[in-house]
């Protein structure tokens, strides 16, 4: 029955997952789309400038030399854009395998205490039939034998006794333990938290940034800024120079 609860709760979770990861493919294949048309289109404008350059006033070339910048600086943003995306998707199924780990760790361990329990029912169950068939006068007699034997001896004390009790029988992995453990040991880590990639982040403009990429939270951003942008670290050094 447990099992069937766990399985019907993570069916309705995921039951939009494969809508949501069509979606972002689809915007994925639309960005790289528009990217190969600026790519085109900066090509085109490029074969123009070379082959006009000697013809144009120094406005017209910075004019037409500020047209292939911004074609370049839109590819940017599509690729940005992209690496958004991916990493948004892998989040989201990142989240949904947490989820299922948790689920599966939960349900081991209420399985394990059930088992625990009803072995002890069972131990005590046997014991007091035992004890039924036996006369009042045996009951009696036997009385200060049975109080030993139910101190020492007797399985369940004996379990007790043996092991630290029902609580440590049950399996060290916790559903918080699964949900705080890396998806890979071997990922690479980022931001100045130095946590690995997960939900948006932004790279640094600095082509010699030690880092690359941040974490929205981690420097203060909850949208991405028009423009360029320099991370925390690269703002400091540019100020010292």
């Known amino acids: 029955m447990a099992t069937a ?31 190969e048309e600026k790519k085109g289109e900066i090509d085109k404008l490029a074969e123009e400038y070379i082959a006009n350059v000697k013809n144009l006033a120094s406005e017209q070339r910075v004019e037409h030399l500020q047209k ?29 395998i947490r989820r299922l780990d948790a689920d599966l760790a939960r349900f081991e361990n209420e399985l394990k205490e059930k088992l625990e329990v009803s072995g002890y029912e069972s131990t005590e169950g046997r014991a007091l039939k035992k004890n039924e068939s036996r006369g009042l006068k045996d009951k009696r007699g036997s009385r200060g034998r049975g109080r030993k034997t139910s101190d020492e ?44 990639s997960y939900g948006e982040m932004i790279g640094c403009d600095n082509p010699d940034c030690p880092i690359e990429w941040f974490h929205f939270a981690c420097v203060d951003l909850t949208t991405k800024p028009k423009g360029k942008w320099f991370c925390p670290r690269c703002t400091q050094d540019k100020k010292r120079k």
């Not at 609860?5 to 994925?28: A, K």
């Open 5 to 35: 609860i766990y399985l019907e709760h993570y069916l309705d979770s995921i039951e939009n997952l494969p809508c949501e990861l069509q979606r972002n493919f689809t915007l994925m294949r639309d960005l790289d789309n528009r990217t």
């Open 68 to 96: 292939i910048q911004n074609a370049y600086s839109k590819c940017k943003e599509f690729s940005d854009d992209k690496v958004q995306l991916a990493m948004q998707t892998y989040e989201m199924v990142d989240k949904h």
């Open 153 to 196: 001896d007797s399985p369940r004390k004996k379990k007790m006794k043996n092991s630290p009790g029902l609580s440590d029988t049950l399996l060290p992995m916790q559903p918080s333990d699964v949900l705080d453990m890396p998806v890979d040991p071997n990922e690479p880590t980022y931001c100045l938290c130095h946590q690995v």
